[in-house]
Structure formats: C-alpha cells, structure tokens
C-alpha cells in the first residue's frame, strides 16, 4: 500500500499514513529532524490523497498548536 508525501511550507517531505478511519499520522522522510505526530481526519474527507497540499497543510498547523506543550501556569505560593 501506498502512502501519501506530502512537502510542507518550509520545505520538510512527509509520509501521511491513514493508520484508521479516524487519525492519520505524518512520518517525516529521511534526512528530516522532525518528529513524526497525529492528526484526526476531517470530518469531510478519510482519505489523503483526496486532499490538497493546501487543506492537509492547514491540519498539520492545527494538529501542532494541539500537540505544543504549554507552559505550566505559576504557582500562586511561590515568589
């Protein structure tokens, strides 16, 4: 089987991989540094070759700002 590459806006390749009917995951191609993460599927399409460069570049922006790790907030106790 197949899976789609996908070159996102800063030149990075990547391998979109439909692991289930609801979460795709990007695995970067060799030679990248990233790290490979998840995505749900949008609710309109299942399948990524169906998509475009431009709407699969858009989930991997929202699927990162969900997977950034925030900033515990301070403790009221400490100085």
Same mark, same amino acid.
């Given at each position: 089987?197949?899976?789609? !590459?996908?070159?996102?806006?800063?030149? !990075?390749?990547?391998?979109?991989?439909?692991?289930?009917?609801?979460?795709?995951?990007?695995?970067?191609?060799?030679?990248?540094?990233?790290?490979?993460?998840?995505?749900?599927?949008?609710?309109?399409?299942? +399948?990524?070759?169906?998509?475009?460069?431009?709407?699969? *570049?858009?989930?991997?922006?929202?699927?990162? *700002? *969900?997977?950034?790790?925030?900033?515990?907030?301070?403790?009221?106790?400490? +100085?």
């Amino acid at each position: 089987m197949g899976y789609r !590459r996908f070159i996102d806006r800063d030149g !990075r390749a990547w391998e979109v991989r439909d692991i289930s009917t609801s979460e795709w995951e990007l695995v970067p191609e060799s030679g990248d540094t990233e790290d490979r993460f998840r995505l749900p599927t949008p609710n309109y399409e299942r +399948d990524p070759f169906e998509l475009s460069n431009e709407e699969v *570049q858009r989930l991997v922006d929202k699927g990162r *700002q *969900q997977t950034r790790r925030k900033e515990p907030p301070k403790s009221p106790f400490m +100085d």
